[in-house]
């Protein structure tokens, strides 16, 4: 077979997760940006564009720049091209406060299991994955609904226990592994096996970085911060920074986005956003 009839391989998907928590906390989860991997190198020619026109360092929701509002308007329509020129989808979760302690110990639980099953003994490597996986069986779960198979390389924003997993090396049985290997075969394993759509992660696939230094990581936490914002301004919460944030996200998704079933699920309260009584979490998507 000559070079030019071999087929290149390529996941099929580039993905983005950024933590998001409501103002004191009572819920939080993660915001998910997955999109075609063939249109990446586009997005982050583009965002950078975007950033030096604006003379800004990065996209920080938090950070919102008011005299820089077209600029976030312009990264968040670069963000729903992605969309409308290839597969992908958006989605933000957040849960109530007992049900992500009760989420996150059933990962620490299946991390524990087949770890110890693999022969795993490094104790950094398995708090590092055990903070990983949290977020990663969710995205497993809300891309299972809406991909078809495939792959996906991760970038996930970083804290400092998640470091091991980009740096270190596994010995195990007398052989040397990369530090990835253990959780990512136990996405798999576990993926394959409740959510057979969701695209796999790719072996040596996981990227922790800080948001600066990932435009995907910032279109997660500006998706998050702005949809937060959206959400207060429609439950009756007016703020001048809020509603623009708001207006800006709207602007941007208005004709896709269909929040009158998760906003029955959230309410005001103070200056806060809470789940109501029997909800368990508060999801939005766009696909």
Avoid at 142 to 149: D, K, P, Q, V
Wanted: glycine share 6%; net charge negative; aromatic share 12%.
């Amino acid at each position: 077979m000559s070079i030019t009839d071999q087929v290149i391989y390529a996941p099929k998907y580039v993905t983005g997760i950024d933590d998001i928590a409501t103002m004191n906390a009572w819920c939080s989860g993660w915001t998910i940006v997955s999109f075609d991997y063939h249109l990446f190198d586009y997005f982050e020619k583009e965002a950078s564009k975007i950033l030096q026109n604006a003379n800004l360092q990065s996209f920080h929701g938090k950070e919102f720049k008011r005299k820089k509002s077209d600029s976030y308007l312009e990264f968040l329509k670069l963000i729903r091209s992605m969309l409308e020129r290839g597969p992908g989808f958006i989605c933000c979760t957040l849960l109530g406060q007992d049900w992500k302690t009760e989420f996150e110990y059933f990962c620490d639980r299946v991390i524990d299991g087949s770890f110890s099953d693999a022969g795993i003994e490094c104790e950094a490597i398995t708090n590092a994955s055990k903070k990983v996986a949290a977020p990663l069986f969710t995205y497993q779960r809300l891309a299972g609904e809406r991909c078809h198979g495939g792959s996906t390389l991760i970038y996930i924003d970083r804290h400092a226990v998640l470091d091991p997993l980009n740096f270190s090396k596994l010995q195990v049985h007398e052989k040397q592994m990369p530090a990835q290997l253990p959780i990512v075969a136990a996405l798999r394993a576990y993926g394959r096996n409740k959510f057979p759509n969701a695209p796999e992660i790719e072996r040596d696939g996981i990227t922790i970085c800080p948001d600066e230094d990932s435009y995907l990581v910032q279109a997660a936490d500006i998706i998050g911060n702005f949809s937060t914002a959206f959400a207060f301004r429609h439950l009756g919460k007016i703020s001048a920074q809020n509603d623009l944030k708001s207006e800006l996200f709207e602007q941007a998704f208005a004709d896709v986005l269909d929040l009158s079933g998760a906003l029955g699920q959230i309410r005001i309260s103070g200056n806060d956003l809470v789940l109501k009584e029997g909800a368990s979490s508060f999801t939005f998507c766009i696909a």
